[in-house]
């Protein structure tokens, strides 16, 4: 049974997850006149300062989830690794945004590659290691390999490099057994990202792809413009629509690319906003929240134009010092995400520092 949606005032939006992802959604839907309902195992989520409603439970929680649908209109996610049984029931009962097809394909690394491979978009050459056997299909003699896990991995977690097969074995073994793929080292030049809205109408809306530096496979800072040519920006743009296109997606859709000499591959798709779009925040005519917002609640999506040249800082972890120091020669907006605690590698905020133009 789905619920008749409303298409005007008083629609509320469920939310799984409740991290600065689901904060900066909550405040542009609250900005539409729009309620949210963030949903989130952990009772420190941020999300829930500026959500209409909160639920703490966890995300197999039948009766907590009962609940939640009874309540929202549409359910969308601000991170990927929700279980399959959850997105299922909910997506029984209420729209969900983006479908769960491609929510399932985010989450297992082996299917998101083949998916792309089987579109003829070029990634990285990979394989599958299901079993400590599969190594030995993997020629070390030829080239290096990053040992991935297929699910849960993000910012680097759950990667190595491996040199030698029995380098490959032991970080398996380390890694529980746990179906990996290997993939080759990528000599990139530079990695961008797109950020791409599809509308319920199946109309599409892009912001210009930012220029990414990532510290210990972490998003450093993003740039804005990133200094490609137009034909490289041409190219990026037609990719990313075919595949939001090809699944058939409604709201925000991010996806990380690496730049070689003669090439564009795609690195991963997340299903949903991106640190790397929170430059839009202060660089565009609209974020990336109020695109997706707008694109799941059946609102027009908006063109997007660039405002300024910027820099996205990201502030993780102790780095607290980078956005105390002042430059006259731009205008800095920070942005705090309201975490419980500073730790090695968390995501604290981030900043936008906005070019000054001279005149
Ligand atoms: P991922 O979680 O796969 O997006 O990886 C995080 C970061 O690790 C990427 O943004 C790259 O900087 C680096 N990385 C991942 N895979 C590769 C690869 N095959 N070759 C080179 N660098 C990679």
Not at 42 to 61: E, G, Q, V, W
Not at 165 to 177: G, H, L, P, S, V
Not at 223 to 247: F, Q, Y
Not at 299 to 320: A, Q, R, W, Y
Request: glycine share 6%.
């Amino acid at each position: 049974m789905t619920k008749d949606i409303d298409s005007k005032s008083g629609k509320i939006i469920g939310i799984l997850g409740g991290g600065q992802l689901g904060s900066m959604l909550a405040i542009a839907a609250s900005k539409l006149g729009l309620k949210t309902h963030i949903y989130s195992s952990s009772k420190d989520s941020p999300a829930f300062n500026y959500s209409t409603k909160y639920t703490i439970a966890d995300y197999d929680d039948e009766i907590a989830l009962k609940n939640f649908i009874k309540e929202i209109d549409i359910a969308t996610i601000e991170f990927e690794n929700i279980p399959e049984q959850t997105l299922n029931y909910i997506s029984d009962y209420v729209p969900l945004y983006p479908n769960k097809e491609s929510i399932f394909l985010s989450q297992d690394r082996f299917l998101e590659k083949n998916f792309i491979r089987e579109n003829s978009i070029d990634v990285a050459d990979f394989m599958p290691i299901n079993n400590i056997d599969d190594i030995k299909k993997w020629d070390f003699n030829l080239r290096p390999g990053i040992l991935k896990t297929r699910k849960f991995g993000y910012d680097g977690k759950g990667q190595k490099i491996v040199t030698t097969a029995k380098m490959c074995e032991k970080y398996f073994i380390e890694m529980n057994n746990s179906p990996c793929i290997i993939e080759e080292v990528v000599p990139f030049n530079m990695e961008v990202s797109t950020i791409t809205a599809r509308s319920q109408d199946g109309s599409i809306e892009m912001f210009e792809p930012s220029r990414n530096i990532h510290k210990n496979h972490i998003l450093h800072t993003s740039n804005i413009p990133s200094g490609l040519s137009n034909a490289l920006i041409e190219k990026l743009h037609a990719i990313s629509k075919l595949i939001i296109s090809k699944l058939n997606y409604i709201g925000v859709l991010s996806i990380e690319f690496f730049i070689t000499n003669n090439n564009i591959m795609v690195n991963e798709i997340a299903p949903r906003v991106h640190n790397s779009g929170h430059w839009t925040m202060d660089g565009a005519n609209i974020s990336q929240f109020e695109q997706h917002i707008r694109a799941i609640s059946n609102l027009p999506i908006v063109e997007p134009k660039t405002l300024h040249s910027l820099e996205m800082l990201n502030i993780i972890g102790n780095d607290i010092y980078y956005w105390e120091k002042s430059n006259d020669n731009e205008v800095r907006k920070i942005h705090i995400y309201g975490k419980k605690g500073i730790k090695s590698g968390r995501k604290l905020g981030h900043v936008n520092s906005i070019k000054k133009s001279k005149s």
